[in-house]
């Protein structure tokens, strides 16, 4: 086979471009899926032509490391990996960075983009997932950050520097991961959640709590069964209201409050959507040529927005779109809260499962497992050092 010759766009360079569909496949969003979609389409077949389109600059990173580069001593350049040209060079693709696609026509097989149109073969929609909007009210709302990307933590570390206060809302992963790494970097952290313990929706309440002591230890606050209001600013900082009438102070507030897929451009296409974009286990969409992975995708069903879903997701899928139909098959795929203070394993049981939790609490963490009426392991929770136990529960899971 020979090698399809290499070209990217770098950043701001172009303007709009026509290309017709040829055997191409396009890739579109690059994060963690489609980047491991195209270099596990490159480990299979050097020649296909990729062309990769992102609204972003294309530059490799890992997401999961947002939350934790305080700890790890990491600045937001260094998380950065790869830039777009050399990702485009590696795994000879065309890279089309700082282009938003706007449309699809999946009957002409053609792509609307901000920069012009793009043709395509075959279509992976790798759109990742977005902040749910937090509503609220007040002349500090629109102060108020996210961080789902690479650029989002430029920004939200640039706030942080030199303050002190910060209120995040909502205690699920992404906001017991931040608070955490904020409380031992020395920052006053306030967390609101709705739920009555953090992660209420992975964790039984033992688990949860145990999580929340620990965070306590090293100085969270716990506002539980709060939702925030307004965010009102002050001459320094801001005041959350929330809704029990309380007040936080706080000089940066985090927004943490979950993702939801992006499904917009695939509904607007025709394309079937439910909680995320309906794929089967070949993760091809409801129309021909058109397939999703990562946060995105509604997998039979079922939405998965991490990082080991998507990998075993890419791995298909490149075998698929290079001649080998192989349908997602999951392995037990615990997932890792980074709460280096009181760490977190859960393998929430299959949607539908009929069973409960049996609870064990020991001095240095929380063994929960989920059984069904035959005392059937059906999924775990595990805190502290009981964490040491998911390799073993994943092999009788497997079982
Ligand atoms: C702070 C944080 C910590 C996390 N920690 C963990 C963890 O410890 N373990 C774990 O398993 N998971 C973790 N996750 C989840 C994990 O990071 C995600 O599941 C994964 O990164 C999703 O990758 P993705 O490629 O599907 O989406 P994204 O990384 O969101 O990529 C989406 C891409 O699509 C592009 N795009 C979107 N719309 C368009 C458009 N219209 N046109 C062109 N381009 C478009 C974007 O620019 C982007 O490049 C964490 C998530 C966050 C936010």
Known sequence: MSASPVSSVPAQEGGAHTTSPGGSIVIVGSGLAGYTLLKEIR???????VTLVT????????????????????????????????????????????TRVTGIDTARQRLDTDRGELGYARLVLAL???????????????????????????????????????????????????????????YAVDVVHLGDWPL????????????????????????????????????AGFDVALDNGETLAADVVLS??????????????????????????????????VYALGDCAEVDGVNLPYVQPLMVQARALA???????????????????????????????????IGGWQVTCGEEGVCALHVDADGSLQGFALTGAETAQRTRLVGELAA
């Open 43 to 49: 480990k299979r077949d050097a020649a296909v032509p």
């Open 55 to 98: 609204a972003d600059d294309g530059t490799f990173y890992s997401k999961p490391n947002l939350s934790n580069a305080l700890a790890a001593g990491k600045a937001p350049a260094a998380l950065a990996g790869a830039a777009a040209e050399k990702m485009a060079a590696e795994q000879r693709a065309t890279l089309l960075t700082h």
């Open 128 to 186: 990742g997932a977005d902040p749910f909007p937090h509503g609220l009210d007040g002349d500090g709302a629109e102060a108020v950050l996210t961080v789902n990307d690479l650029a989002d933590y430029a920004v939200f570390r640039d706030a942080i520097a030199g303050k002190q206060r910060i209120a995040v809302l909502g205690g699920g992963l992404i906001g017991c991961e931040f608070a955490n790494d904020l409380a031992q970097a020395g």
């Open 200 to 235: 209420e929706r992975l964790l039984p309440a033992e688990a949860g709590q145990r999580l929340a002591d620990s965070l306590a230890s090293i100085g969270v606050r716990w506002h539980f069964g709060r939702t925030g209001r307004s965010v009102a600013r002050r001459a």
């Open 256 to 289: 943490a409050i979950g993702l939801r897929p992006s499904t917009a451009l695939a509904a607007g296409a025709g394309i079937a959507t439910g909680r995320g974009i309906q794929v089967d286990s070949l993760l091809q969409a409801s129309v021909p040529h």
């Open 319 to 353: 075998a698929t779109l290079t001649g080998t139909p192989t349908r997602v098959v999951y392995p037990a795929m615990p997932v890792m809260v980074k709460t280096p203070v009181h760490p977190v394993a859960v393998l929430p049981p299959k949607p539908g499962s």
